[in-house]
């Protein structure tokens, strides 16, 4: 199974930041690499697909890059509403999806 | 709006079975993958299993293989997770969601399976 190793594992950061959360893959997954991010209670978000594709209705303060094994997650900008935690998920043809242990994104 | 409205769960002991169903409304139920995704308690994600558009294909993660069957009646539009042999690492918030693009667009709203030993 292809594992999914985020860090930083939690961040502190204040309002107008811009901050940078990395998830790197145990092998080579191209760009099939999603992110989310989640709030307490609720389910997840979906944000970027393939790696660097913003869904529809997610601001452009949120960009993605990466391919192969190391990919980003940057949101510029902080506001209250983007403190939650963020997760990145992968999937390859080749074995089940899998998401990285997540990234607790804080107020400073 | 695209919803899919989760419904089941509660609270079992060990050993005993309970089934999860996810109702899809808003879009073409029968053109899209699904899957079921848990979060232990203030853990992360879990993908468990996936099923194909017209319910011919299902692969389950090895943490739930032979315990836990995905299956879904496009005719009714929902989703089903039949869950055998619970044990207490089965302690969750289970959610179902979309596939789309390699990722999850849409996901239920969460049900909360608890398991007592």
């Known amino acids: 199974a292809i594992q999914l190793t985020q860090s930083p594992s939690s961040l502190s950061a204040s309002v107008g930041d811009r901050v940078t959360i990395t998830c790197r893959a145990s092998?080579?997954?191209?760009?099939?690499l999603a992110w989310y991010h989640q709030k307490p209670g609720e389910p997840p978000v979906l944000l970027i697909s393939?790696?660097?594709t913003l869904q529809s209705g997610v601001p452009s303060k949120f960009s993605g890059r990466g391919s192969g094994t190391d990919f980003t997650l940057t949101i510029s900008s902080l506001q209250p509403d983007d403190f939650a935690t963020y997760f990145c998920?992968?999937?390859?043809?080749?074995?089940?999806?899998?998401f990285g242990q997540g990234t607790r994104l804080e107020i400073k | 709006q695209v919803q899919l409205v989760q419904s089941g769960g509660g609270l079992a002991q060990a050993g005993t079975s309970l089934r999860l169903s996810c109702a899809g409304s808003?879009?073409?139920?029968?053109?899209?993958?699904l899957h079921w995704v848990r979060q232990a308690p203030a853990k992360g994600l879990e993908w468990l299993a996936v099923i194909s558009d017209d319910g011919s294909k299902t692969y389950n993660a090895d943490s739930v293989k032979g315990r836990f069957t995905v299956s879904r009646d496009n005719s009714k539009n929902t989703l089903y997770l039949q869950m055998d042999s619970l044990t207490s690492d089965d302690t969750g918030v289970y959610y179902c969601?979309?596939?789309?693009?390699?990722?999850?667009?849409?996901w239920g709203q969460g049900t909360l399976v608890t398991v007592s030993s």
């Open positions: 808003a879009f073409p139920f029968s053109s899209y993958a």
């Open positions: 998920q992968q999937f390859s043809p080749y074995s089940g999806p899998s």
């Open positions: 969601a979309r596939e789309w693009a390699g990722a999850f667009d849409f």
């Open positions: 393939g790696a660097s």
């Open positions: 092998q080579d997954i191209g760009s099939s």
